[in-house]
């Protein structure tokens, strides 16, 4: 009876534990808690602006109506992202006098405003001379009331553009939390331990203690027994094996994973300018794309074609002159040349081939597919994640292209015989799963 009794007890302890425990999984995990501190965040407006629901979508009224053309709260669309720049703007006052004449203001010569016209390619901003303070704070209040969207999966061109970051910090990121979580499962543990300890000292000094619950008490669980009983260790193993599976995965799925890579460049060459506003092929620059292994990255040569008479006075093109030791002045070239060292993004592995025409020229793919919306980069990122199984992936789902390609007629008509002619033919069936066409 009484051993039955103790047994329970037991029980009751451990489950009491793993509740705990579970608990403590939870808070640390669950975004309810982990955004008690945004709460103070937002309670701690930036002065002159309100939260009030008026004032907030007054301000909404004015934003949508004569701002988003330009601008987003979060995001650099023509001009900047607006959040947070009650923070980096000199003053209010110079946000007040910015919004009613921008003009004006970089006229000045004011040292911010002239920095950020030329970070925005000298575009004007659009006069606004009938706001004045009252309802430049009302856009500022609705602007701080718009809460960050969620994390994104591909970085957009946000502010200032390259960063020199990948998204592989989100990885160093994981592993901080699941080391804090580690030592708060550890802390928890040892304070359990020590209050049974406390308790049952407590409990044995009394007199009055009912003969069951004495043996309850003197029942042998101090530290040392604790952490040694089977439970307890059982924990620690389930815990410890899952956290170094989870590691592993995630780490045998991210080797070599370079998606989101956005360095900067020695020279802010933009994709959107060239490729999207002035439509110069990709071919002009990327002159074996169509017609060998590699796409090239183009000569200072190819960028003199134009750059010789276009913008010549910019700081960006003076790097280009120098890089070819061309003296714009004089248009004679000297000896001292030394290459312009672009930062590569897309990088496979020594051990795999990849050909650009095989892609480009025979299977008739856009760039777009592997590359994104280049011509909307203001700096190019890596889009695709480039591993194994994204190769895969488009080989097992993609029809090869056959249309007017003698060399394919044959095995049509092969594949035709073994699949009845239903299934179009897919990479996959021309050997686009052997190791060896893309291993050497
Ligand atoms: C025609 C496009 C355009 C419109 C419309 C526009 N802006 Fe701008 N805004 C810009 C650009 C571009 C810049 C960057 C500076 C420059 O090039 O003049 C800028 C800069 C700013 C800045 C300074 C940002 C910083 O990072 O310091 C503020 C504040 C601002 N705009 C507020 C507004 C507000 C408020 C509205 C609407 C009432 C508005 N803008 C409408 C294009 C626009
Ligand atoms: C005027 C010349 C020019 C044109 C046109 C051009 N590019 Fe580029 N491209 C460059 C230069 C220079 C770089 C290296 C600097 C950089 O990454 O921005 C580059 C880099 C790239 C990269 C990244 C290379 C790496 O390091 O992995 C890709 C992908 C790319 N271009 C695709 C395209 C596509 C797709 C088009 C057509 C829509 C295009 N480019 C048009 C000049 C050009
Ligand atoms: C076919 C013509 C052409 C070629 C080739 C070309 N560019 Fe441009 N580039 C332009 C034009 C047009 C502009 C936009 C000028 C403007 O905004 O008024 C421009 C703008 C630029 C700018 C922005 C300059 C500034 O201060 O606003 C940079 C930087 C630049 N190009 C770099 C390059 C580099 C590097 C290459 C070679 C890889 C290159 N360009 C090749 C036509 C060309
Ligand atoms: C099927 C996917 C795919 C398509 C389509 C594709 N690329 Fe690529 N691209 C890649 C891969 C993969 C790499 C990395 C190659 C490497 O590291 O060997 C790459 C690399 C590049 C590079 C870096 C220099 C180099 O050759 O390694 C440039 C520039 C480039 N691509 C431009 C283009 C252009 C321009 C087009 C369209 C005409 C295009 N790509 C179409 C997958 C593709
Ligand atoms: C967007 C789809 C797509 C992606 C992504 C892609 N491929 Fe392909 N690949 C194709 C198509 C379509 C063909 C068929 C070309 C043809 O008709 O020869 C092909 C053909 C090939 C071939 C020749 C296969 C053969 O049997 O002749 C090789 C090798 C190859 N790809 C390697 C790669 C590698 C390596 C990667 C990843 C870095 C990759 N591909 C990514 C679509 C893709
Ligand atoms: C369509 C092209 C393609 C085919 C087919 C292919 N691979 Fe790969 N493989 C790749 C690419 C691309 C990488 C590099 C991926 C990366 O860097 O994450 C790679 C990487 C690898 C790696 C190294 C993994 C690492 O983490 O570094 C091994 C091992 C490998 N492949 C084995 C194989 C075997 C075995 C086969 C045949 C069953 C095969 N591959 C078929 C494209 C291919």
């Known amino acids: 009876m009484n051993e039955k009794k103790t047994s329970i007890m037991t029980k009751v302890k ?24 945004d709460g103070d965040a937002a309670a701690a407006l930036p002065a002159g602006l309100s939260a009030d629901p008026a004032v907030i979508a007054k301000g909404k009224e ?24 009650w923070d980096r703007a000199p003053s209010r006052e110079w946000i007040y006098n910015f919004v009613k004449n921008s003009t004006k203001v970089i006229k000045s010569g004011d040292p911010y405003a002239v920095k950020l016209y030329n970070e925005y390619k000298k575009t004007q901003m659009t006069s606004f001379q009938n706001y004045g303070p009252a309802e430049v704070d009302a ?28 998204t592989q910090a989100d990885g160093g990121y994981t592993t901080a939390i699941l080391t804090i979580l580690i030592i708060v499962l550890v802390l928890i543990l040892i304070v359990l331990g020590l209050m049974v300890n406390v308790l049952t000292k407590f409990l044995q000094d009394k007199e009055d203690l009912a ?52 360095p900067r460049q020695p020279i802010a060459f933009s994709h959107e300018i060239h490729a999207g506003q002035y439509e110069i092929d990709c071919n002009y620059c990327h002159t074996g794309v169509r017609k060998a292994k590699s796409a090239n990255i183009p000569s200072a040569n190819i960028c003199m ?35 312009i060292e672009w930062v ?36 190019v990122y890596q889009y695709a994640p480039l591993t194994m199984g994204w190769c895969i992936n488009c080989h097992r789902e993609t029809d090869v292209n056959t249309k007017g390609n003698g060399y394919y007629t044959k095995l049509v008509q092969l594949h035709k015989e073994s699949k009845g002619g239903k299934t179009p033919m897919k990479v996959e069936d021309i050997g686009g799963l052997e190791c060896s066409k893309c291993h050497y």
Request: charged share 20%; proline share 6%.
């Open 211 to 262: 003969e069951e619950d004495k043996e309850v008490v003197n029942q042998k669980s101090d530290l040392g027994k604790f952490f040694t009983s089977n439970g307890v260790i059982g924990i620690f193993i389930f815990i410890i094996v899952a956290l170094s599976m989870k590691a592993g995965i995630d780490g045998l799925f991210t080797v070599g994973v370079q998606q989101n890579y956005q």
């Open 305 to 339: 074609n134009c750059h010789s008479a276009i913008k010549t006075e910019s700081p960006e093109i003076a790097k280009i002159y120098k890089a070819i030791d061309f003296d714009p002045e004089t248009g004679e070239y000297g000896e001292n040349t030394k290459p």
């Open 62 to 85: 004015i934003f949508t109506g004569n701002c988003t053309s330009c601008h987003a709260v979060h995001e650099k669309v023509i001009g900047p992202a607006l959040f947070g720049v």
């Open 139 to 166: 856009v500022l209040s609705y602007i701080n009331s718009v809460k960050p969207p969620e994390p994104p999966t591909t970085i957009s061109t946000t502010d200032g553009g390259g960063t020199g970051t990948s």
């Open 14 to 37: 451990f489950t009491r534990l793993t509740f705990l425990l579970l608990f403590t999984l939870f808070a640390v995990n669950n975004p309810l808690f982990a955004q008690a501190p």
């Open 344 to 379: 590569r993004i897309h990088n496979l592995p020594d051990l795999a081939y990849f050909n650009h025409s095989q892609h480009v020229e025979v299977a008739k793919l856009e760039c777009e597919t592997c590359h994104g919306e280049i011509k909307e980069m203001e700096v």
